[in-house]
């Protein structure tokens, strides 16, 4: 059992965790941005930015993850799940308050904590994931 | 769990002992090369070659999961999931040391049994 | 790098600036019949103005860091609006024609300007309580 896993290469015994990782590391920052949207809900002028996750394998991913704005309109692709937005870029036309703040709390609020749960989820995930590779590299035994 | 068939051309550990030493080959062209007392013949597929690899990678895990957990105890980093897993990785790779191991002490008692 | 304690830093700058905007509101509310400051006039209100600053941690390679930013208290501007004008002859800031100026404080606009900065405040603390729990799941990683 060993050798088979010792015949992986270090690269592949850990393939799975690597876009765990990566996710943890997008919720994370998407929880940056969200806080700051928060953060600026009576700032004059401001307009709130959310997180679109990249393109699997596209070029977007070197850079890494892109920055969206968002309207006050319906929630952006990205925290529906749906992994592709690429560089998506919407502008906020409706909702804006007097000052030019276009931030919704309750908008922003509801992304906050999904993201969260998604940010728990993985990291769930990637722990079970360890567990797994701990019990094969320790021949079946548990840690 | 059960030793699995050991291929005696791919055994090329030093035997302390020397049991093997000068004497007629395990099989076919064995590559075994008995009489070097510095360490293993690192062939390649073979077990020492593997041990080697995967002494060296659990070295490399512990590197950086020592650095990480050092640079986020020093504050010099926010990155907690990262840490974390660094540090899991480090134990796996630690445990596969230790697992391949047992197995080539398993496979050389194995073929000792088989030499009486 | 973007992760939990510079979200934990904008979190807390959006705070730090809803608490001023509560002072202020406090000082408008306990002034609002103040017809005598030390520049003559009547007590005019204030209001906190917010700006976007940076992060002072480097976050090199974080394509997010252009859209997270601190709130700052840029200045504290007066509301120049004239305040209601009441015919009081014998009150001692009456001006020539017997009329008092009081101060330009609506009691309703400041308490409306109250809500909107707590409901802002708990906003910002939700966002903290949410980061702490992404921490702890991060930190349950391997256990």
Do not use: C
Not at chain 2, 65 to 77: E, F, H, I
Request: hydrophobic share 40%; net charge negative; charged share 20%.
């Amino acid at each position: 059992m060993a050798r088979g896993v010792l015949l992986m290469r270090p690269v592949d015994l850990f393939s799975g965790v690597a876009p765990l990782h990566a996710a943890l590391d997008y919720h994370l920052e998407r929880h940056n941005v969200l806080s700051s949207n928060i953060a600026h809900v009576d700032t004059p002028g401001y307009r709130p930015k959310d997180l679109a996750r990249v393109e699997e394998g596209s070029f977007d991913r070197v850079l890494g993850v892109t920055i969206e704005r968002t309207s006050a309109a319906h929630l952006a692709g990205g925290e529906a799940g749906t992994p592709e937005v690429g560089r998506a870029f919407t502008d906020a036309t409706a909702g804006g308050g007097a000052d030019g703040n276009y931030v919704s709390l309750e908008r922003e609020a509801g992304k906050l904590a999904t993201n969260q749960i998604r940010y728990d989820i993985v990291s769930v995930l990637v722990s079970s994931e360890l567990r797994g590779l701990l019990w094969a590299a320790n021949d079946g035994k548990a840690g | 769990m059960a030793v699995g068939p050991v291929d005696p051309t791919a055994i090329s550990l030093a035997q302390p002992h020397a049991p093997f030493d000068g004497a007629a080959p395990l099989g076919p062209g064995a590559p075994f090369d008995g009489a070097s007392p510095l360490g293993p013949k690192a062939e390649p597929g073979g077990f020492a070659s593997l041990f080697a690899e995967a002494v060296g990678r659990a070295n490399a895990a512990e590197h950086v999961a020592g650095a990480a957990a050092q640079d986020l105890a020093a504050g010099r980093t926010d990155d907690i999931h990262g840490t974390m897993i660094d540090a899991q990785k480090a134990n796996i790779e630690l445990k596969l040391v230790g697992s391949v191991r047992n197995k080539i002490v398993d496979a050389f008692y194995e073929l000792w049994r088989m030499s009486v | 790098m973007l992760g939990v304690f510079s979200a934990m830093e904008v979190s807390a700058s959006g705070l730090s600036a809803e608490r001023t905007r509560m002072n202020t509101i406090a000082s408008n509310l306990a002034n609002s019949h103040t017809t005598r400051t030390a520049r003559g006039g009547p007590y005019k209100r204030i209001d906190p103005v917010f700006e976007a600053a940076l992060l002072d941690r480097t976050h090199a390679g974080s394509q997010a860091s252009g859209a997270v930013s601190l709130v700052r208290v840029s200045k504290i501007v007066e509301d120049s609006r004239p305040g209601q004008l009441v015919y009081e002859p014998g009150h001692p800031d009456a001006n020539p024609a017997g009329y008092v100026e009081y101060p330009n404080v609506n009691v309703v606009e400041e308490m409306v300007n109250m809500l909107t900065a707590s409901r802002a405040y708990e906003a910002g603390v939700t966002s903290i309580e949410s980061v702490k729990g992404m921490a702890k799941s991060a930190i349950d990683i391997g256990r």
